[in-house]
């Protein structure tokens, strides 16, 4: 097992935030409801409402790729009111994994050192 974590940062477009926080919702429940493997999924916004961090851990590639295939479909109205500004992947993603999340501009990170609990 692998775990794959992720930081997707988006910048909410002005006048937007209502309808980002409603996408994001709507994105939460179908995770919470259909992905087991979706260990964590959070959304941190700061405090005027422009800027928000995704930080995500999963099982490991599969389990992205389920999220993917889930919450997909929803991207094209999470972009009508935010965009990706920076895309970090921590852990080992499958080649088909980096191929799905190309056009997202991800940066990698393979780990180095450090414990878990």
């Known amino acids: 097992m692998e775990l794959i974590t992720t930081d997707f940062q988006q910048s909410i477009k002005i006048g937007e935030l ?3 926080k409603k996408t994001v919702d709507s994105m939460i429940e179908v995770t919470a409801r259909n992905e087991p493997d979706t260990l964590s999924y959070n959304w941190f916004i700061n405090e005027e409402g422009t800027e928000c961090h ?7 590639s599969e389990a992205f790729i389920t999220h993917l295939n889930n ?3 929803m991207f094209e109205e999470l972009f009508e009111s935010c965009t990706v ?3 970090k992947v921590f852990g080992k993603p499958s080649d088909t994994l980096k191929e799905l999340l190309t056009p997202l501009g991800v940066e990698y990170f393979s780990h180095f050192n450090g414990i878990s609990r």
């Open 85 to 87: 500004t920076r895309a």
């Open 54 to 60: 995704l930080l995500e851990t999963f099982k490991d």
């Open 71 to 73: 919450v997909g479909p």
């Open 18 to 20: 209502e309808a980002f």
